[in-house]
């Protein structure tokens, strides 16, 4: 059972920067990012291939985060630049055994407990 552990949440000003990490007791193939905020479903963010090489994000954090990973530290991070409060979330990392960067959260079999970001304007 892959266990994954999420850091780095906090309070920032608009405009801002976090980087958080996800901490894997074993890799997997893809790695992703969600968020949900309060009342809200459960949204992709972004993921990224076993390499790194390949990354997807959703259109709403594109050019604004980044996602990469280390497989030797069995960690991935989610740096986020110029942070909205539309950004204001619970942030999940994500795993599944399979290749392909889906967006679709169900298609994920390992969740971490989530990190709170509250961005404040």
């Known amino acids: 059972q892959v266990q994954l552990v999420e850091s780095g949440g906090g309070l920032v000003q608009t405009g801002g920067s976090l980087r958080l990490s996800c901490a894997a007791s074993?890799?997997?193939?893809?790695m992703g990012w969600f968020r949900q905020a309060p009342g809200e479903e459960r949204e992709f963010v972004g993921a990224?291939?076993?390499?790194?090489?390949?990354?997807r994000y959703a259109d709403s954090v594109k050019g604004r985060f980044t996602i990469s990973r280390d497989n030797a530290q069995k960690t991935v991070y989610l740096q986020m630049n110029d942070l909205k409060p539309e950004d204001t979330a619970v942030y999940y990392c994500a795993g599944r055994d399979q290749a392909v960067l889906t967006t679709s959260p169900r298609k994920y079999g390992y969740w971490g407990q989530g990190t709170q970001v509250t961005v404040s304007s």
């Open positions: 990224i291939n076993w390499s790194g090489g390949s990354t």
């Open positions: 074993f890799t997997t193939y893809a």
